[in-house]
C-alpha cells in the first residue's frame, strides 16, 4: 500500500543542523516533496527530488534520497527560529494524481 | 510570484447545511485537487479535476462531494450536507500539468462544523 512514515517531533538548538527524515513504501514514485506548514498557515512547497536522483541542495537545504532503502531526509544547515514548523515529507506515484503525505514532523527550535 | 488563494479562511456552519469553498488556481495551470487535513491527522487527497471532469477521486469524495469550475478563474468545493466529521482544513492545490508535476498548495479554508 501507500504509505509516508516520519517521526513526529524533533527539537535542535539555534545553529545547529537539523536533519529530518521519511521513509516510503510505493516503489513507484515520481518526485518526493518536502512542504513547510507554519502555524496557523498553509502547505508552503520548501523543495522536491525527482525519484532518479540521489541529492539535492538548494541554500541551506538538503535533499537525499535512497531509493533502494526508500528513505528521504531533509537537512537544514545552521537552523533558525523562523525554521520552526511541521515539515511534511510526502510523494506522487505514477499513474496517480495525488500527493500522498506524511503526518508531519514538528522541528522546535531551542534557544 | 503566483499562488493558489482560498476564500474563506474560516468557515463556520451548522451540521446539515450547505457549504462552498472557493480557490483560485495559479493562472496557468491545467490540474486542480482537494485534500484535506483532520486536525491531527494525515493530508488527504479527496480529488483531482482536469478538462472540467473528476480526473481521480478518493474514498472519501462520496456523493456529499462535488467539485465545479463555474468560470476561467475559480475552482470550488461543495459540500452539500456537512457532517461534525467534515470540520478539517480544506486545501485546494494546482499544478500546470498532471500527475508527473509539482502541486502549489492554497493557505487552506478552516472549516468548523457544529
Known amino acids: 500500500g501507500e504509505d509516508v512514515e516520519q517521526s513526529l517531533f524533533l527539537s535542535v538548538r539555534e545553529g545547529d543542523s537539523s536533519v529530518i527524515n521519511c521513509t516510503y513504501t510505493?516503489?513507484?514514485?515520481?518526485?518526493l516533496y518536502w512542504y513547510k506548514q507554519e502555524p496557523g498557515a498553509g502547505l508552503q512547497l520548501l523543495t522536491y527530488?525527482?525519484?532518479?536522483?540521489d541529492m539535492k541542495q538548494d541554500q541551506r537545504l538538503t535533499v537525499l534520497l535512497n531509493k533502494k532503502d526508500k528513505h528521504l531526509s531533509l537537512r537544514i544547515a545552521d537552523t533558525q527560529t523562523g525554521d520552526s514548523a511541521i515539515y511534511f515529507c510526502?510523494?506522487?506515484?505514477?499513474?496517480?494524481?495525488?500527493?500522498?503525505f506524511g503526518k508531519g514532523t514538528r522541528l522546535h527550535i531551542l534557544p | 510570484e503566483p499562488e493558489v488563494t482560498q476564500t474563506p479562511s474560516h468557515q463556520v456552519t451548522q451540521m446539515g447545511q450547505e457549504v462552498i469553498l472557493r480557490c483560485v488556481p495559479i493562472?496557468?495551470?491545467?490540474?486542480f485537487y482537494w485534500y484535506r487535513q483532520i486536525l491531527g491527522q494525515k493530508v488527504e487527497f479527496l480529488v483531482s479535476?482536469?478538462?472540467?471532469?473528476?480526473?481521480?477521486k478518493s474514498e472519501i469524495f462520496d456523493d456529499q462531494f462535488s467539485v465545479e469550475r463555474p468560470d476561467g478563474s475559480n475552482f470550488t468545493l461543495k459540500i452539500r450536507s456537512t457532517k461534525l466529521e467534515d470540520s478539517a482544513m480544506y486545501f485546494c492545490?494546482?499544478?500546470?500539468?498532471?500527475?508527473?508535476?509539482?502541486?502549489?498548495f492554497g493557505p487552506g479554508t478552516r472549516l468548523t462544523v457544529l
Open positions: 527530488i525527482f525519484s532518479n536522483m
Open positions: 493562472s496557468n495551470h491545467l490540474y
Open positions: 479535476f482536469y478538462n472540467n471532469e473528476i480526473s481521480e
Open positions: 510505493d516503489s513507484s514514485s515520481t518526485y
Open positions: 510526502a510523494e506522487s506515484i505514477r499513474k496517480s494524481d495525488k500527493i500522498i
Open positions: 492545490a494546482s499544478s500546470r500539468s498532471g500527475s508527473t508535476d509539482t502541486q502549489y
